[in-house]
């Protein structure tokens, strides 16, 4: 048996996936290898199928064929719990917190860290408070108080307190779906700095967008996605970010689409 | 000794210099049971002021006490259920079903109290499941499939009862049934009555001319009323199921996404609900000595009323059961408590909806107050 190290094995490894839902073909053959340390960006316009291939790996939908590798061993996932057990964390673009709930409660929820013995076992809220505020500090945001409710929280802040929590709780891979599209420009710088301070830590990172700015400024690798296939996987090196944009809207260069709208648009 | 003071300070964990110091009302406006607190003094001032001197004795304020216990052990479970994002409009019927359902094993059958109280609550839990199991797979609003068994509880106690019977929709005798069984101090009857007596010999209490007291004892309800007050909110603070009956009603896709078990979450919220209506089933069975199919009527939208004013979302995702316990007091004092005024006893209705509309207004605001102002 060939002994493999770690570094050689990719942290997922997703193997020709389909997926159908009755008659309609969302994911129609997806490869894709994502290693520690790395931010992968998956480009693709709407209805590229990138909710179903998120949905996919986080254990909230099952592929109909095709394979996911999780660091070597095939894994089948019944519910998003399981792939949180093996490390796979998705932080999505608006589901990710519950504004009435406080910053502690948000930071553990389905977590929670508890102390005593049952039936008096409950939840540790000053530890959790302590750490909520220390690991949102961590990332450069200061919580006045853990207690507040995340409503109270910017967008940017919301999304990088979702990262910041499935950072602490071991994920492996981090899986983030657009986390930058409803936000303001000083709100996406930090949450790209977060990004990159995550691949620093040695996390694999899935980072979604269809804005080929945001992924060319935070990714390492780039896969493009349309009709639900990936077109293929390009190092940083390899193309440029208007080759990108081009592969997204189906080998349509901007020149052909302003060509196609007239001379008033084409001028501006 | 300033010295000293100084070294103290300097010794404890350095205060953060960007915390902004939440004035000690700021934190209490946020609470959710703020509204139902405040109701409950106010209408403890009006009735000082306008109802006669013996709403306040001892002996008047367990008359309105027992029927708010009573409502408030609903509205306890009801407002939990709540916050998790569901209503049950079965409550009211459960308490007859539950009323039954102690009763015929004891009557009917001969069986002894425990065995009937195990038949009771399995029903209960049974119901709990197979609702919230509906609510939970087909996506319907809780409000519509509870709503259903408002209905199939109630017929189904009225037929289990004329069976019974042979006819009737009373069933008699159940006191009888139940002999002296040791679980009837918990669950009938009046508590503490032995210091009740000992209060009288001392002259604490009113007595009557034997030197017995006018008040014998706690109702059991109150206990009960109080007892289940705690725990709730204990559960629903401070431990982790209550983080995630919070997050169940918040937000149930987000919650489900990092691993709450959502849907077992409001199953138990659901079998919580269809218990506590069969706790009240079972006392009022147990006091009375009798179960009719008609008990429990309403009681449903009161338990959520007393739930709203004490401050739950109907949105779920907020609220407290310390504030449904005021509500529940509320309740028990303007229904009980305006038979000791001159005001014309339908007022009540009319001062409930708007008790009601003025909690949900005020609830409002709260909210988008505790989202930070926006």
């Not at chain 1, 750490?131 to 409503?151: F, H, L, N, Y």
């Not at chain 1, 440029?240 to 008033?264: F, I, P, R, V, Y």
């Not at chain 2, 032995?194 to 109702?219: C, N, Y």
Request: hydrophobic residues 50%; charged residues 15%; aromatic residues 10%.
């Amino acid at each position: 048996m060939a002994t493999q190290s770690t570094s050689d094995v990719p942290l997922i490894d997703v193997r020709n996936v389909t997926k159908h839902f009755g008659s309609v073909i969302a994911l129609s053959g997806i490869s894709l290898q994502v290693n520690s340390g790395e931010v992968h960006c998956l480009l693709g316009d709407n209805g590229a199928g990138k909710s179903t291939l998120i949905k996919t790996l986080a254990g909230v939908h099952k592929p109909t064929t095709g394979e996911i590798h999780v660091e070597g061993k095939r894994v089948s996932f019944n519910s998003p719990r399981d792939a949180l057990d093996a490390g796979i964390a998705t932080v999505y673009q608006d589901l990710a917190m519950i504004p009435l709930m406080s910053v502690t409660r948000n930071f553990f929820m389905g977590r929670e860290i508890t102390k005593g013995i049952w039936p008096f076992r409950r939840f540790d809220l000053e530890r959790a408070n302590a750490i909520a505020k220390e690991e949102m500090k961590k990332i450069g945001i200061d919580v006045r108080e853990p207690e507040q409710s995340t409503g109270t929280l910017s967008g940017g802040e919301r999304q990088s307190l979702a990262i910041a929590r499935a950072v602490y709780f071991g994920a492996k891979l981090l899986i983030l779906d657009e986390p930058t599209s409803a936000l303001g420009v000083a709100q996406t710088t930090m949450v790209l700095k977060y990004t990159n301070l995550v691949r620093k830590r040695g996390l694999g990172v899935i980072f979604i967008t269809h804005n080929v700015r945001h992924a060319y400024a935070v990714g390492d690798k780039f896969t493009v996605l349309n009709r639900g296939q990936t077109l293929g996987t390009y190092a940083k090196g390899e193309i440029d970010m208007d080759a990108l944009q081009n592969m997204m809207a189906g080998g349509k260069t901007l020149e052909d689409l302003s060509a196609e709208l007239g001379d008033e648009v084409a001028t501006v | 000794m300033s010295e000293t003071t100084a070294s103290t300070a300097s010794a404890a964990p350095a205060a953060d210099e960007r915390l902004i110091k939440i004035p000690w009302y700021i934190k209490i406006l946020r609470r959710p049971e703020l509204g139902a607190m405040a109701g409950t003094v106010l209408v403890t001032l009006f009735f000082l002021f306008y109802a006669r001197e013996q709403m306040f004795t001892l002996g008047g304020m367990i008359s309105f006490l027992e029927p708010a216990a009573q409502l408030g052990i609903l509205a306890i479970a009801a407002a939990l259920l709540m916050i998790a994002g569901e209503f049950d409009l079965g409550v009211g019927s459960m308490i007859a079903f539950g009323g039954m359902m102690v009763g015929i094993p004891l009557v009917v059958w001969g069986w002894s109290l425990e065995l009937a109280l195990l038949m009771a609550f399995g029903f209960a839990i049974a119901v709990g499941i197979i609702s919230g199991t509906i609510v939970l797979r087909t996506h319907l609003p809780s409000f519509i499939v509870t709503l259903a068994f408002l209905f199939i509880l109630r017929g189904a106690t009225l037929i289990g009862l004329k069976w019974a019977t042979g006819g009737n929709t009373q069933l008699r005798g159940i006191q009888d049934a139940a002999g002296d069984h040791w679980l009837l101090d918990y669950l009938s009857g009046n508590a503490f009555e032995g210091a009740f007596v000992t209060f009288a010999e001392w002259g604490l209490i009113d007595t009557f001319k034997s030197g017995l007291p006018k008040v014998q004892g706690i109702p059991v309800e109150i206990i009960w009323f109080v007892l289940l007050t705690v725990l709730a909110t204990w559960v629903l603070l401070k431990t982790r199921f209550g983080n995630w009956i919070f997050a169940a009603g918040g937000d149930a896709v987000a919650a489900r996404n990092v691993g709450v078990p959502v849907a077992r979450v409001k199953i138990i919220m659901f079998c919580t609900t269809a218990c506590a209506a069969t706790l009240v089933g079972v006392m009022n069975a147990l006091d009375f000595g009798s179960t009719d199919a008609s008990r429990g009527l309403l009681k449903e939208f009161e338990a959520i009323i007393a739930a709203v004013i004490g401050g739950c979302l109907l949105t779920g995702g907020y609220g407290s059961a310390v504030g449904a316990f005021f509500g529940a007091i509320i309740f028990g004092m303007v229904s009980i408590g305006i038979t000791y005024t001159d005001i014309d006893q339908d007022m009540f209705k009319i001062f409930l909806g708007a008790m009601l509309l003025v909690a949900v207004l005020f609830n409002n605001f709260i909210r988008r107050k505790a989202m930070g102002g926006r």
